[in-house]
Every structure is written in structure tokens, then in C-alpha cells.
């Protein structure tokens, strides 16, 4: 069993910035690919990138390479997720996600996930 807490969100004027966290109990953490994905209000949730178990990999949308970046701390139990530039389009529930398998863009390969972080950009 893993639990998942993000933290960080808030309200951010465009072209700003915000880390968001994501804690994880359980002493298996580092041996899951984690991921972060985003829905907003009347949209599907989307795939936004992923880091593979050592965080030696990973993967983003096109919509936010370049802009967002993911890290992991595997002795504090956390992914995080920078993110600069950010544009009111990236007002969304962000959530994270963990995999025993390898970095997916489809939420449903993800075992794990967290309760959602609220990120509201104002224009």
C-alpha cells in the first residue's frame, strides 16, 4: 500500500511559478514510477509526466516540455513538480499517481493516487 499527499498548489499570476509535493508513506516508494496528471473543470484528466522509479527518466505532455519539471527525493519519500512559466490554461486539480510498472501517460496504469492539489494561474 502506498498513500499519496500532495501539497503546494495555490494561486499563482501567469508567466509565475509553483513546486508542488508529493509525499508517499510506505517503504516500497522507491521502487514505484510516479506520475502527475491534471484535470480542470468540465475536461478530462491528462497526462502531464512521469519519473521512473531511480529518477533517471522521464517523460512530459507537449503542452508543458520545457516549463515543468519532475524530480524525486527517494530518501524523503517524494516527487515534486516545477513548474515555471505557467499560463492560465494550467488552472487544474493536479494529482499524483504511483506505478509498480514503468512511466505511463494512461492514468489507468497507475496503482496509487493522491487526493489532488489545487493550481489556479490568473491571467
Known amino acids: 500500500q502506498v498513500q499519496l499527499v500532495e501539497s503546494g498548489g495555490g494561486l499563482v499570476q501567469a508567466v509565475g511559478s509553483l513546486r508542488l509535493s508529493c509525499a508517499a508513506s510506505g517503504r516500497t516508494f522507491s521502487l514505484y514510477a510516479m506520475g502527475w496528471f491534471r484535470q480542470a473543470p468540465g475536461k478530462e484528466r491528462e497526462f502531464v509526466g512521469g519519473?521512473?522509479?531511480?529518477?533517471?527518466?522521464?517523460d512530459y505532455a507537449d503542452s508543458v516540455k520545457g516549463r515543468f519539471t519532475i524530480s524525486r527525493d527517494n530518501t524523503k519519500n517524494t516527487v515534486y513538480l516545477q513548474m515555471n512559466s505557467l499560463k492560465p490554461e494550467d488552472t487544474a486539480v493536479y494529482y499524483c499517481a504511483a506505478s509498480r510498472r514503468a512511466i505511463a501517460r494512461v492514468g489507468t496504469e497507475y496503482e496509487y493516487w493522491g487526493q489532488g492539489t489545487q493550481v489556479t494561474v490568473s491571467s
Open positions: 519519473i521512473d522509479w531511480r529518477g533517471g527518466r522521464t
